[in-house]
């Protein structure tokens, strides 16, 4: 049986600088030898570099897909003093107090990559999909903001699911239910045999 990710659904949001910092020293899978990063624009994109021969230069490897963004980070502005919480019983407003002057709290743009969507979106190709996907969930173990949940099927453990919000590990177990394609045939409107449609 070949390990394979059957379903997955990431949130996962951390600052670019961030995950190439992560990637200049990553622990890598024994069937990855390397990986290369491409920025294209507003995509980054994150290619397996096969450690097997075997696997053909014309064959695409998995890959990671995120999109680059700009969020303007604010640094904490003090509980007290000014721009704190107003005084009780202030009484109305004040023009022309030092509050008026009040500095700006200081910010700066910061390019996150959000690896966001299900697996067609973020984890891509068959080959070496499965150490790619290892690699999806060590940079969601870097990432202090999002989710990545998938159900992944190895030789040695079977199907097994994963759960990592907020950089955490948290439990996660695989449930059946029913197939709501099921329910359809009694609940629906039988079209081909519908008395009102000639």
């Known amino acids: 049986m070949i390990s394979r990710v059957y379903r997955l659904h990431s949130t996962l949001e951390l ?17 990855i030898a390397d ?5 294209r ?8 570099v096969p450690a097997d021969d075997s696997i053909s230069k014309y064959t695409p490897s998995a ?15 003090p509980e007290d003093g000014p721009g704190g919480p107003p005084s009780p019983g202030g009484g ?19 390019e996150y990559a ?14 070496l999909q499965y150490p790619m996907f290892l ?12 989710t990545l949940t998938a159900i992944a099927a190895t030789e040695e453990d079977g199907l097994q699911a994963v759960q990592i919000v907020d950089g955490e590990e ?11 394609n099921e329910d359809e045939e009694d609940g629906g409107v039988n079209w081909r045999d519908n008395e009102f449609i000639s």
Do not use: H, M
Not at 135 to 146: D, H, Q, S
């Open 15 to 31: 600052p670019l600088e961030d995950l190439y910092d992560y990637f200049e020293s990553p622990e890598l899978p024994s069937e």
């Open 35 to 39: 990986i290369d990063i491409t920025r």
């Open 41 to 48: 624009n507003n995509t980054l994109i994150i290619s397996a």
């Open 63 to 77: 890959q990671l897909k995120a999109s680059v963004t700009e969020n303007r980070v604010y640094e904490e502005e």
């Open 92 to 110: 109305g407003p004040q023009w022309g107090t030092l509050e008026e002057e009040e500095e700006e709290i200081e910010s700066e743009l910061v």
């Open 114 to 127: 959000c690896f966001k969507g299900d697996r067609e979106t973020v984890l891509q190709n068959t080959a």
């Open 135 to 146: 690699v999806l969930c060590n940079v969601a173990r870097e990432a202090e903001k999002g």
């Open 170 to 180: 948290r439990p996660a177990s695989v449930t059946v239910t029913e197939d709501p």
